[in-house]
């Protein structure tokens, strides 16, 4: 959301952006084979790189990025740009994640929600099926988050990269490093996710369905089949408030906007065309977000988290978690609506049981789940000294 | 919901329901002005009493009810009667509010969501408008807790009652509880304000609209005029199903569900036909009730709600809550997800802040708000004992 990507931006405060100016690159998959046993013949995706790969090809840290993001983790498109990439208050020349040293590898995911956004290169039922010429609509297949996973070791391995350094991300990103680090102990040094638990629990499959429902009731949705017709733009709109509000926290409601009328002299109590501030600037974000958005694509993408466990290990919760190796770093905050702390310490707990070393960083903040995105840079020297630990 | 009612009258465990078989009532205002300043030429609400007013008229206690509920909070209609009002582990001969000592009157307020229910009497969007023969939809005028309080006081006056002993609600009860204190510091004896708090902050007020949002979006709401047509009752059962969730815990959600499937051979991952239990039985609680309630009451109660500032001082928060002087106890979790514990706390305090007396009693549970309504037993002496106190 416009909303959630200005506060980002505001509270990421005035560290330098990652100087180079950076550039959406593409690659291709092709005959990609879903953990549903279906066929996508041409999988397109967008990444883009920060740092320079050294040449014993050792240096590469992996971000994949959250439900509602895209691979713009840091820097600027242009000199002009008005916000750089999400995580660029980490990234960059001396920060946490330094890139004078390693080599920082951000890829947009299969069913990106931006799927209408100049800036990201996806592929999900907005693109055309080979096989009709027409959109995929809703029989695109159904993606996993190992799917996402399996997407960036293409990348992996077109990159010539044997083993990533780190796997980082927050939210659904923290998903992915969750599930590299249970697929591929082999391929990775360490994993930091970050707001991110190693399943989903059924509070969070249910919170994820009441996100899409707005979508399925809008009229223009109609099946998923609308894209020679107006979009569900409503639906999708209202969809992306929800998310909005349940990443953020009361507390930041309360101080932003407080009961305030969304007009001085509109009470809310005198008629139906008048709201409160909070509703209307939650709107309004809403909106905005949905007009580079797709409906299908954010049904795919609560789909993918809803299915997540670590590891896919049909019927035990635990055991993708215990394959995990690798140490790890857990960064969540306890005010988290999302991913409750709980949760996060359950996961730590599980990992470390069979002797995996686990470090976890708690937050400080009034941003909830967003403070895993906005203030991520309290967690600064822990990340750094993460990273460099031998 | 059907979901809720019956998680608590499983969880009212095997008490004795109250005794004798309740029977609705029904009263009328004529001519009720609204706070907006709107006349409702005719006010028609049901009721429920439990116990005998004593000769002095000094020993009634005032129930309002939640959002989702109505005056149905003790006894059964019928022999055969599946469940009890929603307080009945409460309510009766020697419980906690004894009905050998205390009369009880429940009210159903205006705009009550289950307009279609057997059980309700209400008034709102849903009843003829007098002035056009029509059912008033979306001209209704809006009303705000302190209405609710008005059409208590018309009652009140009905059965000459000059005191209430106590009033006391949970949630919106809750908030009917506080604005009775503010409005009416001579009416009442004491209160007992169950999982509320003293205003409507912009946490509140957003999710609110989330709530709403699902009804607004379905094609067959209309603009709320859908009396002679299709009513909008897929939104309506998407709206139901987020109070649900939100009502209870995600602790609830993983112990009742976990990640199960809706059909055991069903994988959520194979098809969009197949669904997680916890969304299945959600949405099907949702639609259940949805067959009894009204799409435009739930606009209404919602807006109800989101304009709640106990005593409506306009401009200042907090001289609602400095104007109650009456003996307060303040009943909640902080493991709820609609009225946070900080907020009850924060209430709580500004009370106490000019020296009534304000007592807090923490419940435990794995409920989150629904605690409330299905835990409350837990303060079953803390109750009996604050309204005996002289």
């Not at 920060?95 to 931006?114: H, Q, Y």
Request: glycine share 10%; charged share 20%; net charge negative.
């Amino acid at each position: 959301m416009r909303l959630i990507l200005c506060t980002v931006a505001m509270l990421a405060g005035p560290a330098m952006a990652y100087e180079p100016l950076v550039q959406k690159q593409e690659f291709t998959l092709t005959d990609f084979v879903t953990r549903g046993g279906e066929t996508i013949p041409e999988m397109r995706l967008g990444y883009e790189t920060y740092g320079t790969l050294n040449e014993a090809r050792d240096n590469a840290i992996l971000i994949p990025h959250f439900f509602s993001g895209n691979s713009h983790a840091a820097g600027r498109y242009s000199a002009d740009d008005l916000a750089p990439g999400y995580w660029d208050a980490l990234i960059g020349s001396g920060k946490a994640i330094d890139t004078d040293k390693w080599f920082v590898v951000s890829v947009d995911s299969p069913v990106n929600l931006g799927a209408n956004d100049p800036n990201v290169i996806t592929t999900g039922p907005a693109s055309i099926n080979p096989a009709t010429g027409e959109p995929w609509g809703m029989d695109f297949p159904i993606m996993t988050i190992g799917d996402f996973v399996e997407t960036q070791k293409g990348l992996m391995d077109q990159l010539q990269i044997p083993k990533w350094h780190a796997v980082m991300g927050a939210s659904m990103g923290g998903l992915q490093s969750f599930e590299w680090a249970a697929r591929y102990p082999d391929r990775l040094e360490r994993v930091i996710p970050v707001i991110a638990s190693g399943w989903a629990d059924a509070g969070l499959i249910a919170w994820l369905d009441v996100w899409a429902a707005p979508i399925r009731l809008d009229p223009n949705w109609n099946g998923g089949d609308y894209y020679d017709a107006e979009p569900p733009e409503a639906g999708l709109a209202q969809a992306l408030k929800i998310v909005s509000l349940q990443a953020n926290s009361a507390e930041w409601a309360n101080a932003t906007f407080g009961r305030s009328w969304a007009k001085p002299d509109a009470d809310p109590g005198q008629s139906w065309d008048n709201d409160y501030m909070v509703v209307d600037r939650l709107n309004m974000a809403g909106a905005t977000r949905a007009r580079t958005s797709d409906a299908n694509h954010f049904l795919y993408l609560v789909r993918a988290n809803q299915q997540f466990v670590a590891g896919h290990p049909d019927g035990n919760l635990f055991q993708g978690l215990l394959d995990i190796d690798v140490p790890v770093m857990l960064i969540h905050t306890d005010e988290d609506l999302v991913f409750p702390g709980n949760a996060v310490r359950e996961t730590g707990a599980i990992i470390k049981s069979d002797g995996t070393p686990v470090k976890i960083v708690e937050l400080e903040g009034t941003n909830g789940h967003l403070d895993g995105l906005a203030n991520l840079a309290q967690a600064e020297k822990q990340i750094k000294s993460f990273l460099e630990e031998e």
